[in-house]
């Protein structure tokens, strides 16, 4: 017996979450405009600057190279992501503001302060150390910070945890190493062209060995710390403002730390590049891997453990909370919804299985007492969205539930279960729980 209305009764006044008569500027298309002209914008600016300094043969031969690696990279933090997928934009949006804002700024400020400092100090040597080293870690990782910032402050519905700051900050480095590696592998064709090699000798090449193969995760791995900073925030209740301002202020300081450790390992002897490189990069490297994974599985965990409340309240199916807590059992649902009806089945199941994953995260907040003002409100959308699209998604995943784990018992709620003879036995009620407690 369900212990809430099957179907939500909340309607929303018109003045909802809404401003009845917005300002101009304030309106979403004027937002929009502005943000897609300054980065459109933004990448004519570097598209230029790349080319005037590459040559137009040298810019094709650089951006021929570095697209390489970014497929790859991008897939990597999108399956990151495939428990609760944030929206496309987001991703499109970060990726242009590193490849065309982050490289533009880094461009500009590095050029000015090196020169500065080389004509201040009457020694461009050491202005360029001094640039690669300080300067530009300092210039480059708040010009990428800019944009998890920005996602984090005005989409914030869609950063809700630490895989959020990771992917975010992640896919805007890997916009930033794009543009920056068509500059560097640009350059090097160049001198190559000047000074006649070709081949594994030739400048082109050990560039592309360094940058592209070697070390293509150099500075989304510095930026994912950012990320983590902003993404622990994210978990942090609203009250706590310290807390929410100091975390993404240190992940920030790692990275430049991190970035400044990399640039310098030139300078630290004719080895010092490859020690820092097995010694720190790759060990970094493992250990943030192996957070964004185990963080992933704590998140399926998550929906395993919250969901049932929502079985007891008659809003979702027996089999479900196992289900939505399997990476197979939901793919498994979406296959058989494809099969039986079509793609767009297929895609009403994959945001059922986002919007359900979503309301775990939000009664787990409201659980912990961090759930912010809008949690009843939230939670209503959610549901209803939910309910919407019960009619193709239940049966898909009750199918994959029992063809994922058959011998395995699924969660049934509270009373007889002679309806649900295959999903085993019921599980005691779940407490109640006030999301605004202290």
């Keep these: 017996m369900a212990t809430s209305p099957p179907f939500p009764t909340y309607t929303p006044s018109p003045g909802d979450g809404a401003l009845r008569h917005p300002h101009w500027w304030q309106r979403r298309w004027v937002r929009y405009g502005a943000l897609t002209s300054l980065l459109a914008l933004s990448g004519l600016v570097i598209l230029a600057l790349v080319r005037?300094?590459?040559?137009?043969?040298?810019?094709?031969?650089?951006?021929?190279?570095?697209?390489?690696?970014?497929?790859?990279?991008i897939a990597a933090f999108r399956w990151l992501d495939r428990v609760e997928p944030g929206p496309w934009r987001n991703l499109v949006f970060s990726f242009a503001w590193g490849a065309c804002a982050a490289a533009l700024i880094a461009i500009v400020a590095n050029s000015f302060a090196t020169k500065w400092i080389a004509t201040s100090t009457a020694d461009p040597a050491s202005a360029d150390t001094l640039g690669a080293t300080?300067?530009?870690?300092?210039?480059?990782?708040?010009?990428?910070?800019?944009?998890?910032?920005?996602?984090?402050?005005?989409?914030?519905?869609?950063?809700?945890?630490?895989?959020?700051?990771?992917?975010?900050?992640?896919?805007?480095?890997?916009?930033?190493a794009f543009t920056e590696n068509i500059l560097y592998l640009g350059t090097a064709f160049g001198t190559d062209q000047l000074t006649g090699d070709r081949g594994i000798a030739s400048v082109t090449a050990a560039t592309f060995f360094v940058r592209i193969v070697m070390s293509p995760f150099a500075h989304p791995l510095f930026t994912v710390l950012t990320g983590i900073g902003f993404g622990v925030a994210a978990l942090s209740a609203e009250r706590q403002h310290v807390r929410r301002f100091l975390l993404p202020v240190g992940g920030l300081l790692l990275a430049m730390g991190m970035h400044a450790l990399w640039n310098g390992s030139a300078t630290f002897g004719e080895y010092g590049f490859f020690a820092v490189y097995a010694a720190f990069m790759v060990p970094a490297f493992a250990l943030l891997t192996w957070l964004a994974v185990w963080t992933r599985q704590r998140e399926l965990r998550i929906v395993r453990a919250e969901l049932p409340a929502y079985v007891l309240a008659g809003w979702l199916g027996p089999a479900e909370p196992f289900a939505l807590g399997s990476m197979r059992a939901r793919r498994m649902a979406r296959d058989y919804a494809r099969h039986h009806h079509g793609r767009t089945a297929a895609r009403e199941v994959a945001r059922y299985e986002g919007y359900a994953t979503s309301l775990a995260f939000l009664r787990q907040?409201?659980?912990?007492?961090?759930?912010?003002?809008?949690f009843v409100v939230r939670e209503r959308e959610l549901l209803d969205e939910l309910w919407k699209r019960r009619d193709a998604a239940r049966p898909a995943l009750e199918y994959a539930a029992r063809t994922a784990t058959p011998a395995r018992p699924v969660y049934a709620g509270p009373g007889p279960t002679a309806h649900w003879p295959a999903y085993g036995y019921p599980a005691a009620p779940y407490a109640p729980y006030n999301p605004y407690r202290s």
Aim: no cysteine; net charge positive.
């Design 134 to 176: 300080v300067i530009a870690p300092i210039v480059e990782e708040s010009a990428k910070a800019a944009a998890v910032l920005l996602v984090f402050l005005f989409r914030r519905r869609d950063f809700t945890g630490i895989v959020d700051g990771v992917v975010i900050a992640g896919v805007t480095a890997t916009g930033f």
């Design 365 to 374: 907040r409201g659980r912990k007492g961090k759930a912010g003002t809008d």
């Design 52 to 73: 005037r300094q590459t040559g137009t043969e040298g810019f094709l031969v650089g951006l021929g190279l570095a697209v390489l690696p970014v497929p790859w990279l």
